[in-house]
């Protein structure tokens, strides 16, 4: 779904990544990671709204 080109169904998978991060972060950033590289910024940008300082950077420096 991160691909599909609606900016609606980009923005509910980047919130999906930024609600399940909070209780599970290790496992959200291990996911981002391997698949983020492909996914557009504004989905990448969701996820990372609640993420460390660190961890944020890692995730946006992917967005293509």
Known sequence: ???????????????????????RPQEVVEFLQE?????PRLVLRYAAEKMTPDDRSAILSYSV
């Open 35 to 39: 698949y983020g590289k492909h996914w």
């Open 1 to 23: 779904m991160a691909n599909d080109p609606e900016d609606l169904v980009q923005k509910g998978a980047g919130w999906l990544l930024k609600v399940a991060y909070t209780p």
